[in-house]
């Protein structure tokens, strides 16, 4: 071995390493950031379900699926989303039946507690806005969680996953450390090995592209204040205690013996 030779290896050595570092430094980065957000993904699922649970008790009040479509209709949303949540608890969400003159007054008042936590909650999961009667992020310092979030992030992310395929892929990485290596060069022209074996490696080690739709993310209407559409509320309640008085007694002492039992 010549001298040149003794001051190449070295370099060509720490060459090689510095190449290995940054290809697994850019899988470990790409990685993490998949990783966080699919734990923001489950996060916004979390809030998906709160919505879920808030839409349950209004549409509960609200008698049937028809009457409940239509006060959506009313107020010019596509209820939908709302409709497809199961019943729940509704300890979840009151904690008392409001005060009143009247059966009138009581069921519309609770009509529109149940409006505002739901507004509420549509607003706090599409675009974060976080008023006080939502509870903070269980994840640990991180902003808010939202919908408009998740799909900025999915499009970065997936932005990122193409980048290392395209940039820094696993036979791009192993054909520069064997432009060091001219021996080896030699040996896989006699062995028929080589960059056909190697680029047959990106298939295996790609990362793949996050499917939106396989994340099965709600997106729900956003519902004007109640001060907004107070009147129209008021007089869609009035309206369904002379239609229902039976079944609105009914429903409202379902509620308030749940809410006594908690």
């Known amino acids: 071995m010549t001298m040149n030779d003794d001051m190449i290896e070295p370099l060509v050595g720490e060459i090689l390493s510095d190449v290995a570092t940054s290809f697994f430094d850019a899988r470990r980065r790409i990685e993490a950031k998949i990783d966080l957000f699919h734990k923001y993904v489950e996060e916004l699922h979390k809030m998906a379900a709160d919505v879920q649970s808030r839409a349950a008790l209004l549409n509960l009040l609200l008698v049937d699926d028809r009457q ?6 009313m107020l010019g949303l ?18 008392c039946v409001p005060f009143a ?8 008042k609770l009509v529109c ?6 507004q509420e909650a549509c607003v706090n999961y599409a675009i ?28 970065v992310l997936n932005d990122d996953i193409k980048r290392i395929n395209d940039t820094i892929s696993p036979s791009c990485t192993l054909q520069f450390a064997r432009e060091f290596k001219p021996d080896l060069i030699a040996k896989e ?7 056909s074996s190697a680029r047959s490696l990106d298939e295996k080690l790609c990362y793949r592209p996050i499917d939106l739709n396989s994340l099965s993310l709600l997106e729900f209407p956003l519902l004007p204040k109640l001060g907004d559409v107070r009147s129209s509320v008021n007089r869609f309640c009035k309206d369904l205690c002379k239609r229902y008085p039976d079944e609105l007694k009914k429903i409202v002492e379902f509620i308030r013996h749940r809410i006594r039992a908690e």
Not at 128 to 155: D, V
């Open 68 to 73: 409940a479509g239509a006060f959506y209709q």
């Open 78 to 95: 596509d209820g939908g989303p709302f409709l497809n949540a199961k019943r729940v608890d509704p300890r979840d969400d009151l904690s």
């Open 101 to 108: 003159i009247g059966f009138s007054g009581r069921y519309t």
């Open 128 to 155: 974060g806005q976080q008023p006080e009667s939502i509870k903070t992020p269980t994840l640990p310092n991180q902003e808010f969680i939202y919908y408009a979030l998740i799909l900025k992030m999915h499009q």
């Open 189 to 195: 022209r006699v062995t028929g090995g080589g960059i």
């Open 113 to 118: 507690t149940a409006y505002t936590h739901l």
